[in-house]
Nanobody, 120 residues
Framework: QVQLVESGGGLVQAGGSRRLSCVVSGRTFDSNAMGWYRQGPGKQRELVASITHFHEPYYVDAVRGRFTISRDNAKKTVYLQMSSLSPEDTAVYYC??????????????WGQGIQVTVSS
């Protein structure tokens, strides 16, 4: 089984920054794509960003230019650096592990989730 442990969430003022971390254990990491999803109040879970094992990133339009996803294979950790945060970014963020080297939504596993709250 894959284990995903997120950290770095909390409260932040609008315009501020925050970095999320996710440590992977129990499964392979170097050959797997990773990502971050989020679910805001009254909303569906949605993809935020993903990164292949070649360190090729992808971002949804809502966060492009503000968020940066990265990975450290030696630490089996994926990061999400969030900048210029707004209340619209308030959500539970989920670390995502993919079975393949490229993101495939049908073969993804999520962590427990971590709360990020952005004040007005």
């Amino acid at each position: 089984q894959v284990q995903l442990v997120e950290s770095g969430g909390g409260l932040v003022q609008a315009g501020g920054s925050r970095r999320l971390s996710c440590v992977v254990s129990g499964r392979t990491f170097d050959s797997n794509a990773m990502g971050w999803y989020r679910q805001g109040p009254g909303k569906q879970r949605e993809l935020v960003a993903s990164i292949t094992h070649f360190h090729e990133p992808y971002y949804v339009d809502a966060v492009r230019g503000r968020f940066t996803i990265s990975r450290d294979n030696a630490k089996k950790t994926v990061y999400l650096q969030m900048s210029s945060l707004s209340p619209e970014d308030t959500a539970v963020y989920y670390c995502t592990w993919y079975q393949s080297s490229y993101p495939s939504p049908n073969f993804a596993y999520w962590g427990q989730g971590i709360q990020v709250t952005v004040s007005s």
